[in-house]
């Protein structure tokens, strides 16, 4: 069974850091790119960063320059460093494969950017 575990959310100031951290259990993670979602209520889930399993990067518009993400293939865990936070920012974070898979969506963490 797949699971993806994320973690690493909190309560930061405006300008400030955080790195999230998704742990995955099962055999998806090495053979597939992985990717940041992220989620405001009544919005719909949108892919910020992608990386495929060669370590190429693609990231949205939105936080590109300010969010970096990567992988350890050898821990099945996917990171993203978030820097330069804004309060638009502000969102629950969920990591899947990409596409992503309607099973694999986890609990996600929350990030929230206020002064």
């Known amino acids: 069974q797949v699971q993806l575990v994320e973690s690493g959310g909190g309560l930061v100031q405006p300008g400030g850091s955080l790195r999230l951290s998704c742990a995955a259990s099962?055999?998806?993670?090495?053979?597939?790119?992985m990717g940041w979602y992220r989620q405001a209520p009544g919005k719909q889930r949108e892919l910020v960063a992608r990386?495929?399993?060669?370590?190429?990067?693609i990231y949205a518009d939105s936080v590109k320059g300010r969010f970096t993400i990567s992988r350890d293939n050898a821990k099945n865990t996917v990171y993203l460093q978030m820097n330069s936070l804004q309060p638009e920012d502000t969102d629950a974070y969920y990591c899947?494969?990409?596409?992503?898979?309607?099973?694999?969506w986890g609990q996600g963490t929350q990030v929230t950017v206020s002064s």
């Open positions: 899947n494969i990409v596409p992503p898979w309607t099973n694999y």
């Open positions: 990386i495929t399993s060669g370590g190429r990067t």
């Open positions: 099962g055999s998806i993670f090495s053979m597939n790119a």
